[in-house]
């Protein structure tokens, strides 16, 4: 089955300063990369997702690029703020009907 | 609109009991999925469904069984909590597969001691 390796564990950064998570998974045949962002004590909830077509999507701060030869996708966060403070949990899924493979997450830490 | 909504959120149960988690949407979605999450570990998928009357085993399926006898709802069962089953479970629901948003519960902190 897939499996996605989530780096790093826990990133501290300054405010203002930009984030970088990185994902690799293991399916060459997966072909959805969706971003979830939990805060303590919430599920998590999507931010961003790319799919298997498309090399690197924005959405305002947030950014996510895609490397389907090297299965590996990354998530970008610039001008990062006290609110994007969160685990990020980076997941990857084929087309079929069970469920996404979650990386083990990164605690991002934003110093002010 | 509530989204999934997630009952009870907190519970303790001794060694050996039984309980039943519910989950219940309403976005009209036809697929439903329970996590459960450890320090450490990410989300591994327990079981899901893909529709009213169906379900099947995701990647940790042991000591829990489910049933989805309503389409808005999927049920996760105990049948005899252990202390490993000690965990923060998540419902989810996709409106089609695992490929599109899923929506996520508050989740149930279930304690087993």
């Known amino acids: 089955g897939e499996n996605v390796e989530q780096h790093p564990s826990t990133l501290s950064v300054q405010e203002g300063d930009s984030a970088v998570i990185k994902c690799t998974y293991s399916d060459s045949a997966s072909n959805y990369f969706p971003w979830y962002k939990q805060e303590l004590g919430k599920g998590p909830q999507l931010i961003i997702d790319?799919?298997?077509?498309?090399g690197e999507k924005k959405d305002q701060r947030i950014a996510v690029t895609l490397n389907k030869t090297a299965k590996h996708f990354s998530l970008h966060i610039t001008e990062t703020q006290p609110e994007d403070s969160a685990v990020y949990f980076c997941a990857a899924a084929g087309g079929g009907a069970d469920g996404l493979t979650f990386g083990k997450g990164t605690h991002l830490i934003i110093q002010p | 609109n509530a989204g999934v909504t997630q009952t009870p959120k907190f519970r303790v149960l001794k060694t050996g009991q039984s309980m039943t988690l519910l989950c219940a949407q309403d976005m009209n979605h036809e697929y439903m999925y329970w996590y459960r999450q450890d320090p450490g570990m990410g989300l591994r998928l327990i079981h899901y469904?893909?529709?009213?009357?169906?379900?099947a085993k995701g990647e940790v399926p042991d000591g829990y069984n489910v049933s989805r006898l309503k389409k808005q709802n999927f049920l996760l069962g105990l049948e005899s909590a252990a202390p490993s089953q000690t965990s923060v479970y998540f419902c989810?629901?996709?409106?089609?597969?695992?490929?599109?948003?899923?929506?996520f519960g508050q989740g149930t902190r279930l304690t087993v001691v």
């Open positions: 469904s893909v529709g009213e009357g169906t379900t």
């Open positions: 790319i799919r298997s077509n498309v």
């Open positions: 989810a629901s996709t409106w089609n597969g695992r490929n599109t948003e899923a929506f």
